[in-house]
């Protein structure tokens, strides 16, 4: 009776371990089978763009870059100011001082430079500088000036051998390069010439002068140069 007792024991203890097992057998299944349906339905209800949300996307990234635009022009872009420096003494042979310098979009990205002196001492003064870089001197450490104008600009028979000078810089190797500049309201002062005011308009090559166009202010005269 007791032999029987534990052989029964026994075989009630392997039933209730297969029991167990089975269960954790279909519970696997069914975990695989939910995991599979729940793909299954993320596949058949992709995510989709909904169009109405393309017209306030538009409007607020407009909006982000007219801010952005507008900040640029009022921001001061002082940090700038040494590596600008640099490369300017680098490409004029001479040292050049800049007091500060504005980001403008208008007529064309360009840098905006206030009070930049070109030489030791006194040195050639101008007013106002707008640098007009062409498009891939904006991603580029060797620079190309499509257009430069200088407003305000004083110079003498002192500064007359600085600009031999940046002829004989700009031949070379430069960092920034000049293709045309422009002159408005420029003061010329000699001992024995009253001073006078003028506009000009040069034209470069690599560096290299191509031709210039000289006009005074009062229009009593008009010079074309050529170079010889």
Known sequence: AMRRAEEENVQEAREEAQLREE???????AAKAAN?????ERKRKPLRFN???????????VGLLVLGVDLAHVLSFGL?????????TQSLGQRVDIQDIHFSSYPAPHWALD?????????????????????????????T??????????FSQNELAVLSVW?????????????HLQLKDAKF?????????????????RGRFAQAQIQSSDQRFNIKLLPL
């Open 80 to 88: 700038y100011i040494p590596n600008l420096e640099r490369q300017l």
């Open 115 to 143: 009070g930049v002196t070109i030489g030791e001492g006194a040195g050639l003064r101008i007013a106002k500088a707008n640098l007009f870089p062409s498009f891939a001197s904006w991603f580029s450490d060797t620079k």
């Open 23 to 29: 269960a954790e057998v279909r519970a696997q299944v």
């Open 167 to 179: 002829r004989n810089q700009q031949a070379r190797a430069a960092p920034m390069q000049f293709e």
């Open 51 to 61: 169009k109405r949300w393309i017209k306030p996307m538009a409007t607020a990234a």
């Open 189 to 205: 002062s000699h001992p024995l010439l009253d001073v006078f005011t003028f506009n000009a308009d040069i034209d470069l090559r």
């Open 36 to 40: 599979l349906s729940f793909l299954t």
């Open 145 to 154: 000036m499509q257009r430069v104008e200088l407003e305000g600009m004083n």
